[in-house]
């Protein structure tokens, strides 16, 4: 549900409400019926009150509908069975036209015509720019593919992102800037579910149970959500039959008479192909070429026959690959050196804490470096950074 104000200020726009809907009958009933007599007069005071309330009944059911996008169904139902005797007055309906426009000035309405949506492309755009350090090919797939998939009035599926490389090289972090762009309330926002493989589906022999909860949260989540979101950490963890049970939802959508799932988002996070990626990183290095100089279609194709061995992991097992249900593999980069610089810069900044160029290199030289002869890329990529700054606190 989007934003509503609070019940006190809701209060406050009833009486203003009200107000407009007392012009919608005059009070000289009143003084006749106070010059024939108290009881006449309490009558029509009360007839007034009655009429009053049932008139502010439908302007505020008529703001919430234009303003909040809900009650909207009940306005249709009265409008094709209006109540006998009275209507929502032309002039008072022009005043709630005026006053939901004042109050959409102030941004409380969206383009999307769901609050709880904002899709700040540009906003994230920059934010990874910013703040996502070394992965120059994660930044440009998730920004181009995320701006193609919002931007398109009928996308054919639902877009599937799958994240792959080692652990604390972005890939959460990313995760978390795409659900605080495109969600007014980020990861906390109704239309944003997030699985963890090993903390909701730990046993095996639950799985059938697993697969009904989770075809059933989905399909609870894209009916009351236009752009739902879905992330799946640790994918390589899920149970194959989990990955199969879902793919229905991120097939192409063809079922008219089916809840449309095409404009569902599905990310995962994998480490998968970590190594894959690493060893082109590293071939890059000893040929004496920059890491920015290699492509993405290189690392997709290098990822999706890693990928496709047979192993015991459902991810290689699931027909997502085999039947192009995933739209981009994203390769995330190992880390060097300088990257975990500007990880523990971003982390002293972010702390509010001043920091050095003798700070910063002494964190980088807390972290473990491989291969053991090059020590070039951080085991852990910029992980335990932010833990690291504790050594520093006065």
Same mark, same amino acid.
């Given at each position: 549900m989007g934003w509503r104000p609070p019940a006190p200020r809701r209060a406050r726009c009833l009486l203003l409400l009200l107000l407009l809907a007392g012009g919608a009958a005059p009070w000289g009933a009143q003084r006749g019926a106070g010059e024939r007599g108290g009881t006449a007069r309490y009558e029509a005071v009360k007839k007034q009150l009655g009429a009053v309330g049932a008139v502010s009944k439908q302007y505020w059911q008529y703001l919430a509908c234009k303003v909040w996008q809900e009650g909207c169904e009940q306005e249709k139902e009265e409008e094709s069975s209006p109540s006998p005797g009275w209507g929502l007055p032309l002039v008072g309906q022009d005043y709630l036209e005026i006053l939901s426009g004042w109050y959409c000035s102030f941004g409380r309405c969206c383009e999307t015509g769901d609050c709880r949506i904002v899709n700040n492309i540009t906003g994230l755009e920059a934010e990874l720019s910013g703040q /996502?350090? @070394?992965q120059h090919l994660a930044k440009e797939a998730v920004v181009r593919a995320l701006r193609v998939f919002l931007q398109s009035p009928r996308p054919g599926k639902p877009l599937v992102l799958s994240f792959h490389g080692w652990s604390g090289? @972005?890939?959460n972090f990313v =995760?978390? /800037?795409v659900t605080r762009h495109l969600y007014r309330d980020g990861l906390k926002s109704e239309c944003v579910r997030v699985f963890i493989a090993l903390f909701h589906f730990p046993h095996h022999t639950y799985v059938d149970s697993y697969k009904a909860q989770l075809k059933k949260q989905i399909s609870e989540i894209v009916q009351h959500c236009k752009q739902p979101l879905f992330i799946f950490d640790e994918a390589e963890k899920l149970h194959f039959s989990l990955l199969d049970a879902i793919k229905p939802f991120m097939a192409h959508y063809n079922d008219k008479d089916q809840v449309d799932y095409s404009r569902s988002i599905f990310l995962f996070l994998s480490n998968l192909g970590g190594n894959?990626?690493?060893?082109?990183a590293l071939d890059f290095w000893r040929a004496g070429r920059a890491r920015e100089e290699i492509s993405r279609e290189l690392l997709e194709q290098r990822l999706r026959l890693e990928l496709q061995e047979p192993a015991e992991n459902g991810y290689a097992h699931s027909h997502l690959l085999q039947e192009n249900l995933i739209d981009v593999l994203v390769p995330f980069l190992? /880390?060097?050196h300088r990257h975990v610089k500007l990880c523990a810069r971003d982390a002293f900044l972010a702390r509010g804490l001043p920091y050095s160029e003798a700070a910063l290199q002494?964190? =980088?030289? &807390? &972290?473990v470096f491989v291969p053991k002869e090059e020590k070039l890329f951080? =085991?852990? @990529?910029c992980k335990s950074v932010s833990q690291r700054i504790n050594y520093f606190l006065p």
């Open positions: /996502l350090h @070394g090289t @972005g890939k =995760a978390r /800037l894959t990626i690493n060893e082109v190992p /880390l060097e002494e964190v =980088a030289n &807390m &972290m951080s =085991a852990q @990529g």
